[in-house]
């Protein structure tokens, strides 16, 4: 087999050899068609990678790039379109698997417990739970159910004082608890492979698509206390995926 | 660098080691990716056969009551390594890893798994049993005690279990055969539900699903309060349930069955709700089984069709070049490029980092104030 030569036939290869090996390895390859085929499937494997055609990443960063150009970051938010010629300080969260695991377990137990609470009141009266104080708003069960919409757009919550008076602690706590494993999941990315970022991304669809679906049936029926803790547990199952996730990103390192 | 990675490969370095247990030593193996098969003799010792290279090295050490196996690369990343690994029935094991599929037979132990992408498939485990993927089929059969089965985008099927169990997929259907639990909770948003097994007085049976159907037999004498519920699906039944009418049934449906010291919770956001009979056809489950065995003879076929073309490689006698040494050209090269595919996020991460630096960053928008 020649072992002691093919050990070094990839250095030769790569041409990492000095000039006595070198001519040692070549003086081998002359007289052994053993080792000179090895070399030459070497040869042939590096054609055939070369060969191979460009494959474009997982992830865009032209949306990245476009967004600063265009003055709005990556997470949606909007800043100065013009910034003097200087470095600027990142700022960057950063938060360890374990306080993450903490806060998230608190923060389920609280919006669980909150959003039982509110269900059984607004099982208990109907009436009050029907409507809220501007008709479309939902009522303190459905609320709960519709947080996510809610706590999407934080803009429209501070922009007006009755909503930000309506929002619940545990909805806050709650859309908290998420936008911190997305960001954690975001930044851990890179550490996961390519179809497992699309598994988990696929079941989040599906269970955002769970959580809307409840939420609208909610809005439509704000008393039905079963659709109050079917949204409870839809919510509380895109947390636990979201640990997951984020801990399968730590696990990568 | 392929050279590099093909060399590597011509000296292999099987390990097939025994080491001697002591009652109550648990078994912990981490296989980064391949196969990981578990299985019991009547010995008071465990054998670890791995077939690998010389650039790997298999690690097999014993501490207090562990006795760990890993697998390190001298250079470069670790590769795919299948371990056969045979332990005494009493043993406790713990498998974790990344492409692992997992498969025990009889293991009398605490049994847990812990993969990203892969099948597990146990058959025995007592005590505690967790399996958790979240890409594969989990298959757990033969279990006693306290059994928690997790996975994400695949199906989960349990059967002959006895104890508390807590099974729980996202994008999978959950089924189970012979249950024996007085504690059951069972989870999915979209796949189906199907139970099989008897209700025990004051057990608790709790069924839930946003897409799919539940299935739940219900014994003629049962002591049960039943309560089922959707928003878009419907409740039917095999049987006439008492006091049931079709006003009462509607959405939602609760009845006292006996003296009503059960709970069974059964709730579908979007899909029906079935009761009938212990020892009625499923049509549920018979969808699943079909397509198992298909896709079992399917890989019955690809497997007799790989050994005929192995069968012709070894006709065609002596070869030189990397073939002399059993080394498939193409199957490297593959694996080549999709170690050079897995190293593209950290590349992209890495630009996206040097991007932020690069670039202004968006100010943190402030988080509502709770109070």
Redesign the interface.
């Known amino acids: 087999m020649h072992e002691e030569w093919t050990d070094q036939l990839s250095d030769y290869f790569d041409d990492e050899l000095g000039g006595a090996e070198r001519e040692a390895v070549e003086q081998h390859l002359r007289g052994c068609a053993d080792c000179r085929a090895v070399l030459n499937d070497l040869k042939r494997v590096v054609a055939q990678a070369q060969s191979m055609p460009p494959r474009p990443p997982q992830a865009d960063l032209w949306a990245g790039i476009a967004a600063q150009f265009r003055g709005t970051g990556v997470d949606g938010t909007h800043h100065s379109t013009r910034v003097p010629f200087r470095r600027p300080v990142p700022v960057r969260f950063a938060f360890t698997m374990p306080q993450l695991a903490a806060a998230a377990v608190v923060l389920m137990a609280v919006s669980a417990g909150v959003a039982w609470q509110i269900a059984d009141r607004s099982g208990r009266n109907t009436n009050s739970a029907a409507t809220a104080a501007a008709g479309a708003q939902p009522s303190d069960g459905a609320r709960d159910a519709s947080a996510p919409a809610l706590l999407a757009a934080p803009d429209r919550d501070a922009a007006s004082g009755a909503a930000i008076a309506q929002v619940g602690y545990a909805d806050a706590q709650y859309d908290a608890a998420v936008a911190d494993l997305e960001k954690a999941l975001k930044q851990g990315r890179g550490r996961l492979d390519a179809s497992t970022i699309a598994i988990v991304e696929h079941n989040l669809q599906i269970i955002d698509q769970a959580i809307a679906q409840a939420r609208e049936a909610l809005a439509g029926d704000p008393a039905n206390s079963y659709l109050s803790g079917h949204l409870v547990e839809a919510r509380r199952r895109k947390l636990d995926l979201l640990r997951r996730a984020t801990a399968l990103t730590s696990e990568s390192n | 660098m392929?050279?590099?990675l093909?060399?590597a490969l011509?000296?292999m370095a099987p390990t097939d080691q025994t080491v001697q247990v002591a009652k109550g030593t648990k078994l912990d193996v981490n296989n980064f990716a391949g196969d990981v098969v578990i299985k019991t003799w009547d010995k008071d010792a465990v054998r670890v056969e791995v077939n690998h290279s010389d650039r790997e090295t298999i690690d097999i050490k014993q501490n207090d009551q562990t006795l760990t196996v890993r697998g390190r690369s001298s250079r470069g990343p670790l590769r795919s390594l299948d371990y056969n690994i045979t332990v005494p029935g009493w043993m406790a094991v713990n498998v974790s890893g990344?492409y692992a599929d997992v498969t025990m037979e009889g293991v009398g132990g605490d049994v847990t798994v812990d993969t990203?992408?892969g099948d597990i498939k146990v058959r025995g485990g007592s005590g505690f049993v967790s399996l958790k993927t979240?890409?594969g089929e989990i298959t757990l059969e033969k279990a006693k005690g306290r059994v928690e089965v997790?996975d994400?985008?695949e199906s989960i099927h349990l059967a002959d279990i006895n104890g508390d169990l807590s099974a729980?997929s996202?994008?999978g259907s959950i089924i189970l055969d012979r249950i024996d639990s007085g504690n059951v909770d069972l989870?999915t948003?979209?796949g189906n539900i199907s139970y099989d097994g008897p209700v025990r007085d004051k057990g608790v049976y709790r069924l839930?699903t946003?897409?799919g159907m539940i299935a739940m037999p219900i014994a003629e004498r049962v002591n049960a309060t039943l309560t089922a519920?959707t928003?878009?699906g419907s409740i039917r039944s095999t049987f006439t349930l008492p006091g049931d009418t079709p006003e009462r049934r509607g959405k939602?449906l609760t009845l006292t069955l006996g003296n009503g010291s059960a709970h069974i919770e059964l709730?579908s956001?979007?899909g029906a709700i079935a009761l009938r009979r212990p020892g009625e056809a499923r049509p549920e489950t018979e969808r699943k089984r079909t397509r198992d065995m298909v896709n079992k003879v399917l890989e019955k076929a690809i497997e007799d069709a790989k050994e005929k073309d192995k069968s012709k490689e070894k006709g065609k006698g002596d070869q030189?070049?990397?073939?002399?040494?059993g080394i498939d050209?193409?199957a490297?090269?593959a694996e080549?490029?999709a170690e050079a595919?897995?190293a593209?996020?950290?590349?992209?991460?890495?630009?996206?980092d040097a991007?932020?630096?690069a670039?202004?960053?968006?100010?943190?928008?402030p988080?509502?104030?709770?109070r």
């Open positions: 392929p050279a590099h093909i060399l011509l000296l990344n990203t992408h979240v890409m997790r994400v985008n729980e996202t994008n989870y948003v979209n839930t946003h897409n519920r928003y878009n939602r709730e956001f979007g030189f070049g990397l073939a002399g040494f050209v193409d490297v090269v080549a490029l595919q897995a593209i996020p950290d590349a992209i991460a890495a630009a996206q991007l932020r630096l670039m202004p960053r968006a100010v943190p928008r988080r509502p104030d709770p």
